[in-house]
DNA sequence: ATATGGCCCTGGTTGC
DNA sequence: TGCAACCAGGGCCATA
């Protein structure tokens, strides 16, 4: 499933290919879902208008916009548990669960192929100079302090904290249960009552891994590839993720796993106290 | 306000 | 071997 990492990629990659192209036609597929803003208007919308920029937010990809009359507009996607954005020769055929396919200058098409439909797609109006902004903090960037004071107070366990979007946002299941086996913390801990040195440890090893998944390309478990149909290399370095049964890499008993938050939890029972 | 659980979707896996 | 039931989960919404 793309978090952080495999949405950074895609983005970067995009990026790459589709900076500075016009967007010449639109296609939109029939189905209410993924499209957050109408069809219609997406469809009226886009063409003529040019890409500036692609970036990440959060978990979202968004696509600065010029050429409009009425004020700037972003292009917002979010690619779901199995949305992928591609760039190919417009001859091609159109995959199966293609969601929207936009003709560029350059001949290609920015295609977005979602299967299970929990991807999105929506047009938003820059106001007063303001992107789209994700619902929580960065956690890239977010100082220590910051991270610490997220939880304080807070009953749900650690492992929903960090999944909750509106705390902090592009962090998903792989890298919830990675980052909490890299700072010894059980999923199951209450949020607000983790001491203040092992939140520290955990906002540390959190942004370790995600710049060295950044680094590899992001993880490929579900049907995630980048921009170019690639897939990425940070599942080899997996810990507890999907590692039910297996030993633990450090001290070798194995694996566990629980449900919390309506999530699959892989932990080591020794290693995370 | 905060927390929890159900729901949407399809494809891969499992089990008979 | 074939088929059906089951499971995966990000975000949203209703509910407690």
Same mark, same amino acid.
């Given at each position: 499933?793309? #978090? =952080?990492?495999? @949405?950074?990629?895609?983005?970067? +990659?995009?990026? %790459?290919? !589709? $900076?500075?192209?016009?967007?010449?036609?639109?296609?939109?597929?029939?189905?209410?879902?993924?499209?957050?803003?109408?069809?219609?208007?997406?469809?009226?919308?886009?063409?003529?208008?040019?890409?500036?920029?692609?970036?990440?937010?959060?978990?979202?990809?968004?696509?600065?916009?010029?050429?409009?009359?009425?004020?700037?507009?972003?292009?917002?996607?979010?690619?779901?548990?199995?949305?992928?954005?591609?760039?190919?020769?417009?001859?091609?055929?159109?995959?199966?669960?293609?969601?929207?396919?936009?003709?560029?200058?350059?001949?290609? #098409? =920015?295609?977005? @192929?979602?299967?299970?439909?929990? +991807?999105?797609? %929506?047009? !938003? $109006?820059?106001?007063?100079?303001?992107?789209?902004?994700?619902?929580?903090?960065?956690?890239?960037?977010?100082?220590?302090?910051?991270?610490?004071?997220?939880?304080?107070?807070?009953?749900?366990?650690?492992?929903?904290?960090?999944?909750?979007?509106?705390?902090?946002?592009?962090?998903?299941?792989?890298?919830?249960?990675?980052?909490?086996?890299?700072?010894?913390?059980?999923?199951?801990?209450?949020?607000?009552?983790?001491?203040?040195?092992?939140?520290?440890?955990?906002?540390?090893?959190?942004?370790?891994?995600?710049?060295?998944?950044? #680094? =590899?390309?992001?993880?490929?478990?579900?049907?995630?590839?980048?921009?170019?149909? !690639?897939?990425?290399?940070?599942?080899?370095?997996?810990?507890?993720?999907?590692?039910?049964?297996?030993?633990?890499?450090?001290?070798?008993?194995?694996?566990?796993?629980?449900?919390?938050?309506?999530?699959?939890?892989?932990?080591?029972?020794?290693?995370?106290?």
């Amino acid at each position: 499933m793309p #978090e =952080l990492p495999e @949405v950074e990629t895609v983005a970067n +990659g995009v990026d %790459a290919r !589709v $900076r500075g192209q016009r967007i010449d036609s639109v296609w939109l597929s029939r189905y209410k879902e993924p499209f957050k803003t109408s069809r219609s208007e997406m469809a009226e919308a886009l063409p003529g208008l040019r890409i500036e920029r692609v970036y990440r937010e959060g978990k979202h990809i968004v696509f600065d916009l010029s050429g409009t009359e009425g004020g700037a507009v972003q292009w917002v996607v979010h690619l779901g548990m199995t949305g992928r954005l591609l760039v190919s020769a417009a001859e091609l055929p159109l995959a199966k669960h293609t969601h929207a396919a936009l003709g560029l200058s350059s001949g290609q #098409e =920015l295609r977005f @192929v979602d299967a299970r439909r929990f +991807g999105r797609l %929506a047009l !938003v $109006r820059v106001e007063n100079g303001a992107g789209f902004r994700g619902p929580g903090h960065e956690p890239l960037s977010i100082a220590p302090e910051d991270f610490v004071a997220l939880f304080r107070g807070r009953t749900l366990t650690i492992k929903a904290a960090l999944l909750n979007q509106t705390l902090l946002h592009g962090v998903g299941n792989i890298y919830a249960d990675e980052s909490l086996f890299r700072a010894g913390i059980r999923p199951t801990r209450a949020a607000g009552r983790l001491s203040r040195a092992r939140l520290v440890r955990l906002h540390g090893a959190l942004q370790e891994i995600l710049r060295k998944a950044i #680094e =590899l390309g992001g993880s490929s478990v579900s049907d995630y590839v980048d921009a170019d149909g !690639v897939a990425g290399f940070f599942q080899l370095e997996h810990r507890v993720y999907m590692r039910t049964g297996e030993p633990c890499l450090v001290c070798g008993r194995p694996i566990h796993r629980i449900v919390l938050a309506g999530r699959g939890t892989h932990f080591c029972l020794h290693c995370q106290r």
